[in-house]
């Protein structure tokens, strides 16, 4: 069964800190991951998706790392910011032609405090 | 450009009730998805379509029906609310499968039943 697991569960930090979180999975095959950002009562948004070569990608303060060979990825945030609180879900995606699954995860909190 | 709107925002509805979950967008998308996002849990497909008059099953198909007439409406209909329907639904579309393209969600409709 494909899964998605997510760690930690929640964290806070302090505004101006750095943290990452992390993504295991068991998605087979293998197409792509994607990390969402989720506010509290908003739908998810994208914020990166990377493909079996990609090792890293950037977007703005957030950057995604991906080890396809030990199925591990984390999101790295720098200076955090007190809008960087919300859920940050890893979404894995098992091919990329017809309907493809995407397994998500169940998200990490993260609360950025003052 | 308004994206993926969902109505109503919240709803409260007895056991046995029936109401129709609205999803618009106005992306020119052809795909479109329903999901649930219970607490504590990863995101579950109920629903998805490819294209106006195409639709098909996900992972949690069952007590929902969809139709899709139009490439902008996605509407998801309960017929006899259950108490396990309980649920924050989201609906989303994307430009290519989502296998390789981002999903745009939409803000959600939390539905209590009662």
């Known amino acids: 069964k494909n899964q998605v697991e997510q760690s930690p569960q929640s964290l806070i930090i302090l505004e101006g800190k750095n943290c990452t979180l992390q993504c295991n999975y068991t998605v087979s095959p293998f197409s792509n991951l994607r990390w969402y950002k989720q506010d509290t009562g908003r739908g998810p948004v994208s914020l990166t998706i990377m493909t079996f070569s990609e090792n890293t990608k950037s977007n703005g303060r957030y950057t995604a790392t991906l080890d396809a060979d030990t199925k591990q990825s984390s999101l790295h945030i720098t200076a955090s910011q007190l809008s960087d609180s919300a859920s940050y879900i890893c979404v894995v995606s098992d091919g990329d032609s017809g309907y493809s699954t995407l397994t998500f995860g169940k998200g990490t909190m993260l609360l950025v405090s003052p | 450009n308004a994206g993926v709107t969902q109505t109503p925002k919240f709803r409260i509805l007895k056991i046995g009730q029936s109401m129709t979950l609205q999803c618009t967008q106005d992306m020119n998308h052809n795909y479109m998805y329903w999901y649930r996002q219970d607490p504590g849990m990863g995101l579950k497909l109920i629903y998805y379509?490819?294209?106006?008059?195409?639709?098909d099953k996900g992972e949690v198909p069952n007590g929902y029906n969809v139709s899709r007439s139009t490439t902008e409406d996605f509407p998801l209909r309960l017929e006899l609310a259950a108490p396990s329907q309980t649920s924050v639904y989201f609906c989303a579309s994307s430009h290519g499968t989502a296998g390789n393209q981002p999903q745009h969600f939409g803000d959600g409709t939390r539905l209590s039943i009662l």
């Open positions: 379509s490819v294209g106006a008059g195409i639709t």
